[in-house]
């Protein structure tokens, strides 16, 4: 069992890889894809995104009016 969960978690972490993600996509989201927790892997990737995003246009809005508020209804 050890050494095809190696196999598979090798697998996982190539699909990952390949991928090729944004980096600050791929530090928010790596570990819970790896652990197969993938609703939570999109999720912190999701707040991440918003994270920057609200610091970048320096808002204290959040999440659909932060987005709405920078990029527009369109």
Known sequence: AGAAQSREDDGLRA????RELHPDVARHAQRYFLQRNFFHAV???AK???KAVREKAR???DGRD???AVWGPD
């Open 43 to 45: 999720f912190e990737a």
């Open 59 to 61: 808002s204290s809005k």
């Open 15 to 18: 699909a990952f890889i390949a």
């Open 66 to 68: 932060l987005m709405l």
């Open 48 to 50: 991440g995104y918003n």
